[in-house]
């Protein structure tokens, strides 16, 4: 074998060397869809945004009060740390995937349900409080542990979703593209509700306007 041979060996085996190295410390999608859940469930959101933008994921698109709710820190770590997870399934192509995965949490609709009850009730005793009628703060403080004390329930009821994640490659990893469906199984349901309520109130709306 002549040197000029036996270097271009040496450097067609240290190329496929490296190649196969960079190849090994690419995460798989399915690990970066757990990597992802597991720091949203634990409230580690620095490793989070790795992997999703946490202004995507809570967007939920409305101005109300409601909304309010779930930016607010302790009550989205509450949500959030309910969730549960199983990976179904992985599929690659080229600089996208897709990873089904059964998410469990909280089901935010009966949470909501029993809330607005509670919160209307409040604002109808308040109504007929005469010298002692709450400020907007107080009442806001109020609806607020409302809603952190039926989150913090033992018996509450979960939602299953199956829902196919999709994922586009960013360097070596992969960062999930928050669509509605996820953002809807993470968050137990709650784009659905809000969905229901806005729905609600429209058609509330449009009746009695046509009353009018």
């Given at each position: 074998m002549t040197k000029k041979s036996f270097k271009f060996m040496v450097f067609v085996f240290l190329l496929n060397f490296v190649l196969t190295?960079?190849?090994?410390?690419?995460?798989?999608?399915?690990?970066?869809?757990?990597?992802?859940?597991?720091?949203?469930?634990?409230?580690?959101?620095?490793?989070?945004?790795?992997?999703?933008?946490?202004?995507?994921?809570?967007?939920?698109?409305?101005?109300?009060?409601?909304?309010?709710?779930?930016?607010?820190?302790?009550?989205?770590?509450?949500?959030?740390?309910?969730?549960?997870?199983?990976?179904?399934?992985?599929?690659?192509?080229?600089?996208?995937?897709?990873?089904?995965?059964?998410?469990?949490?909280?089901?935010?609709?009966?949470?909501?349900?029993?809330?607005?009850?509670?919160?209307?009730?409040?604002?109808?005793?308040?109504?007929?409080?005469?010298?002692?009628?709450?400020?907007e703060e107080e009442k806001n403080a109020e609806t607020k542990q409302i809603f952190i004390d039926l989150l913090n329930r033992e018996d509450n009821k979960t939602r299953v979703s199956t829902v196919d994640i999709k994922l586009s490659r960013h360097e070596n990893s992969w960062k999930i593209d928050v669509d509605e469906e996820f953002q809807d199984a993470v968050l137990g349901g709650l784009v659905t509700v809000k969905k229901d309520l806005e729905k609600s109130f429209n058609s509330w709306q449009e009746s009695s306007d046509s009353n009018d």
């Open positions: 190295s960079c190849t090994l410390f690419i995460e798989k999608p399915e690990q970066a869809v757990i990597n992802a859940l597991n720091a949203l469930k634990s409230s580690d959101w620095e490793t989070a945004r790795k992997y999703v933008e946490d202004s995507e994921l809570l967007d939920t698109s409305s101005d109300s009060e409601n909304d309010n709710l779930i930016q607010d820190e302790e009550s989205i770590n509450l949500i959030l740390n309910k969730l549960s997870f199983k990976v179904i399934s992985s599929a690659k192509k080229g600089n996208t995937a897709t990873v089904k995965t059964e998410i469990t949490n909280t089901d935010m609709s009966a949470i909501m349900g029993e809330y607005l009850l509670r919160g209307l009730a409040i604002a109808f005793q308040n109504s007929f409080a005469g010298e002692n009628e709450k400020s």
